[in-house]
């Protein structure tokens, strides 16, 4: 490297050359750095956690108490255990109460791993424990003291008993993957919970056998349980247990993780589209303003290879510093995607990998070799004698073969960032179908306009002609910015509107409460206290959880059932002779009376995934007691009633023997609320229910709508920052495609100026010609984003489809704004500099 | 023969064009000696341009040799005139050629930086101090005037010290006034380093100040003057 070809660099840097160029790439690196930066962050937070994840070497998970035998086995192979149950429940202090994610552990728990406990109200002060709770004790999130009102030393109520809060748990090892959203947690020990009364036949609950020991062991006890599973397959299809292992919980999550990060990074590779585009444009020109310099340089004698290592050498400093900065704005940027990400996860955030430094390195020196180096490739051979003669033609790599290069380098780019072939085939053959289609309809735009521009004054007719006699300009300009802002728009579209679109779409008797896991005995209380509310609910229906077996004798194969998304796990089974109102029989019959066999009906699209028709003979298994049923009737099911709902009801009777818990859901009002209020206007009549009955559960709709509408907020979010930049970078198409007919348009408004045309018809030409385009931009992407919407909110979420009359406002003026604005601004050179000194600068 | 800096022999130029092939030059044959000045003129079209582009070893001519010093250039490839012409040669254009993102100063030590010299920021100092403009050094080219950066383009010239100088209508771009100032400059120059000037002209005022004037119509060597017998004459 020679100091001359650094000097030459920062004399093309001062000179303005290479701003665009290093400012598109530093805007592609940055997207990329972002996204890569916060995908690895979050995914190695969360693997590290599996890593503790089960708090044990082994476990063994299931819906109901895990059979003796298990322990027994653990047992005599020497293995430790401890045992886990998880449920959610009202929990209160003094009148505030919260639906809690309780966990009851035994005294050993954890086997692996170590809670981290603090008796400081701040968090300090940190200590680790390998023991649960004792009897009598609660330990909390720091959080469910701000939701209660409360301190340490309070008494809190679970189920019927009353705990001390005694330490506010930092961290436990098996907290699960991080994606919260449930309740403020609460450990208690295992041997409080029957006293708690909050467990009963039905409930909803996740019981954990914990196993640690020397590695035969672990592995005899896996050989085993693999063993006794191959056995019972001939017997049950669906097991009621699940062995958990690190290396399976890691699996399956890894497999997530790369669909998470490929989907965040194309993203982002439109942005390095853009980018590559503008910066494919932006080294035409620097390669037009190299090509005197170069054709000096070998009059003088400097041979081609030394036009070649300086082109290099200044081509790998600019890769090299773009690619730092890149790297250090994608760094500042992660942090904004961590920040909205905050209340989503619940993962300690551990430093990155290697990985996306060199996801960014290599994005930054492919986006060169592939959109930069091409538009300079021809330089070393100039002839010398263009010193002499400039009208002697230079060899340009063709356009074609530079735009295949380009296509090349961002495939490469796709394929490496979504690590299948056929992904990046078709992310690519999309963006380049929804480019084409941008392309055809703005053309069709821009040939209207050039008809309106006709009739009009002359800067108008100026403007618009300028517009369409560029019009291959103007349409990689229109396609860069329509799209991006369509993106933009379609997100943005999701977040505002969608969730107060169902909202505003849902029935006005919808139900406001649910009403869960209330028993037998405790239905004639609550019914009361609702009556003196005069409070409406649906129908009372009985619960409980079961899984189907067998169908007329055979056994339901684990493919069939993992067809059926609804049937694949445990399912909620009741039993009512009335039809419920949001149902209709679409085959069979429903029951006028009493059927002679055990009879029920199923919801029509499970039955269709299923393969079962009427007639069929259907075994269950409820709590590892079965018994079978015929199917005679099939119901479609409106899902949208928020009424409770079935896939499966019996002829009353059926489930008697299953001590069924009840659930309801209660209309108590308007359902909208003011955000963020959920908590102090709770319903009255919750207080008495709950203080009553406290085994029973609360959910307000308002809460899981707002948890919802928080999810889709954040997630929205992060995706219209990195969208945000990916605007930038159309804004960078658009500053490089003026870039491209710059000296065109200097020397044509010097010859409109010296024949007397007035500033500001070039001025008012220009806003023209820039509005128009902006125009047309926001329509096509109001247009898109239109459309994709009505598609999003007919076949996504059952809604009738509306118009979004402030989606069209805004698409259209961002456009016109963005566009009049950075087109003027790039522009201003074309209408300040003074006619002659255009001409002499082009001379 | 040591003192020849350039011999041209039975030189042609032929270019192809769709249909037809056009001959530019024809059977030019002339020597020129070491320090001094030559003359090209003749009217537009006639390939003057596209003899100097031959002399200096920038272009190939169809046939014929020309040697520049002892270099047989017309039996070099590029990579090898270019190395001749970084030896011997510099250059001074009619649109100056001066690089927009470049001071004055830098442009004058551009050509030494790129030929490793390692004074080549105080020669073109002092370079640009004997072309007069030793007060606009950081001015870039868009802020000077034709005359000044022609006088840059003057001083980048002589201060490679090249063996021999071409120049391509030096003063084509500037007015009358102007023109002679830079004319004056540009033998004073060459007078001073005692460089062999050759340069293409329209105007019969410079030519005449050469030591040889050739004529080139219709890609002919149509005429030689040796202006020196015609300037002692003059004197006597």
Known sequence: ?843 | MPNKILRVRSVNKTVQTADQSLTILNDISFDLEASQSLAIVGPSGAGKSTLLGLLAGLDEPTSGDIWMGEHHITEMDEEGRARVRAQLVGFVFQTFQLLGSLTALENVALPMELAGQTNAQSRAKEFLDKVGLSERLSHYPKQLSGGEQQRVAVARAFACAPKLLFADEPTGNLDQGTGAKVSDLLFELNEQSQTTLVLVTHEQRLANRCQTIITIDGGELTQTVDNRKEQSRAIA
């Open chain 1, 1 to 843: 490297m020679r100091l001359i070809d650094l000097k030459l660099l920062y004399r093309d840097w001062r000179g303005g050359q290479l701003n665009l160029v290093i400012s598109a790439l530093v805007l592609a690196v940055t997207v990329v750095t972002a996204v890569s930066l916060f995908a690895d962050r979050v995914e190695r937070g969360i693997l590290q956690q599996i890593s503790q994840f089960l708090a044990a070497d082994l476990a063994v998970r299931g819906g109901i108490e895990i059979d003796d035998q298990y322990r027994v086995k653990a047992t005599e192979l020497g293995l430790e255990t401890a045992d886990t149950a998880s449920f959610r429940s009202m929990v209160f202090v003094g009148d505030k109460n919260h639906l809690a994610a309780v966990k009851a552990v035994s005294m050993d728990y954890p086997l692996r791993g170590q809670m981290e406990l603090t008796s400081d109200p701040l968090g300090h002060n940190v200590s680790v424990s390998g023991i649960g709770p004792s009897q009598g004790e609660a330990w909390v999130e720091p959080r469910l003291l701000t939701l209660l009102d409360a301190k340490l030393g309070d008494r809190v109520e679970v189920g019927y008993l009353t705990l001390e809060i005694t330490r506010l748990i930092i961290n436990e090892p098996d907290r699960g993957t991080g994606f919260g959203g449930a309740g403020a947690r609460i450990m208690i020990s295992l041997k409080d919970l029957p006293a708690s009364k909050l467990i009963r036949p039905g409930s909803r609950a996740t019981y954990r056998l914990l196993m640690s020991g020397n590695e035969s062991s672990i592995s005899n006890f896996k050989q085993w349980y693999e063993d006794k599973e191959r056995k019972e397959a001939d017997e049950l299809t669906v097991p009621h247990y699940r062995l958990l292992t690190p290396e399976g919980a890691e699996e399956q999550l890894g497999e997530t993780f790369t669909r998470g990060r490929a989907f965040l990074l194309l993203s982002g590779t439109i942005g390095v589209l853009l980018a590559g585009l503008a910066m494919a444009l932006a080294s035409h020109r620097y390669a037009n303003r190299l090509t005197d310099q170069v054709a000096l340089m070998k009059a003088w004698g400097q041979p081609s290879s030394a036009v070649r290592r300086s082109q290099f050498v200044r081509l790998l400093m600019i890769a090299l510093v773009a690619t730092c900065l890149g790297i250090l704005f994608g760094w500042l940027a992660h942090y904004f995607l961590l920040e909205l990400a905050k209340g989503l996860l619940n993962v300690e955030l551990p430093l990155p990998s290697w990985r996306p430094w060199i996801v960014a390195s290599v994005t930054g020196v492919i986006c060169v070799l592939g959109f930069a180096l091409p538009a300079l490739w021809h330089l070393p051979a100039i002839a010398p004698l263009k010193v002499l003669r400039r009208d002697l033609p230079t060899s340009l790599v063709s356009q074609g073969k530079r735009l295949w290069i380009g296509i090349a380098a961002l495939f490469a780019l796709t394929a490496w960032y979504s690590t299948s072939l056929v992904t990046a085939s078709l992310f690519l053959g999309a963006l380049f179908v929804l480019f084409a289609v941008c392309a055809l309809v703005a053309l069709q735009f821009l040939r209207l306009v050039k008809g309106f521009g006709a009739w009009q004054g002359s800067y108008v007719r100026l403007g618009l002609a300028n517009l369409w006699r560029r019009r291959a300009q103007t349409l990689v300009q229109l396609v860069g910015f329509a799209t991006t802002l369509m993106l933009l728009l379609i997100v943005t579209g999701m977040r505002t509107n969608l969730i107060s679109e169902w909202e505003a779409q849902l029935p006005a008797d919808t139900p406001s409460h649910f009403l869960f896991n209330v028993a037998d005995a405790e239905v004639e209380g609550v019914r009361e206290i609702l009556a003196k509310d005069s409070l409406e609910t649906t129908e009372w229906y009985p619960m409980v959880r079961g899984r189907l077996t067998h169908i007329n004798g055979d056994l339901i194969s684990k493919e069939r059932l993992a067809r059926s998304g609804g049937l694949s796990r445990e399912v909620n089974l009741t039993q009512t002779t009335t039809l419920p109102p949001s149902n209709k029989i679409v085959a069979g019959s429903w029951w006028e009376s009493a059927p002679e066999k055990p009879a029920f009906s199923m919801e029509e699209e499970v039955a269709t995934e299923l393969g079962v028709t009427l007639g069929d003979e259907i075994t269950y298994s409820v709590g590892g007691l079965t018994f079978s049923a015929t199917l005679t009737s099939l119901r479609s099911v409106n899902w949208q009633s928020m009424n409770p709902n079935f896939y499966v009801i019996f002829y009353p009777g059926a489930l008697d023997k299953y001590a069924p818990n009840w659930v309801t859901a209660v209309k108590a009002g308007d359902l909208v609320r003011k955000e963020g209020d959920a908590l102090t206007q709770q319903a009255p009549f919750i207080k008495e229910m709950v203080q009553r009955y406290p085994t029973a559960i609360v959910l307000e709709l308002t809460d899981v709508v707002s948890r919802i509408r928080d999810v889709i907020t954040r997630v929205t979010q992060g995706l219209e920052l990195i969208l945000l930049l990916v605007l930038a970078c159309g804004a960078m198409v658009l500053f490089a495609s003026i870039g491209v007919s710059f000296d065109e348009r200097l020397r044509e408004n010097a010859i409109l100026r010296t024949l007397g045309s007035s500033k500001k018809v070039i001025l008012g030409a220009l806003t023209v010609e820039y509005a128009a385009l902006g125009f047309v931009s926001g329509l096509i992407a109001s247009m898109g984003a239109e459309t994709v919407l009505y598609f999003v909110q007919t076949k996504v979420f059952d809604l009738s489809a509306q118009w979004h009359p402030s989606l069209w406002a805004i698409g259209i003026f961002a456009g016109v704004a963005l566009i009049v604005l950075l087109g003027l601004l790039r522009s201003r050179e074309i209408i300040t500099v003074a006619p002659l000194e255009s001409l002499r600068r082009l001379a």
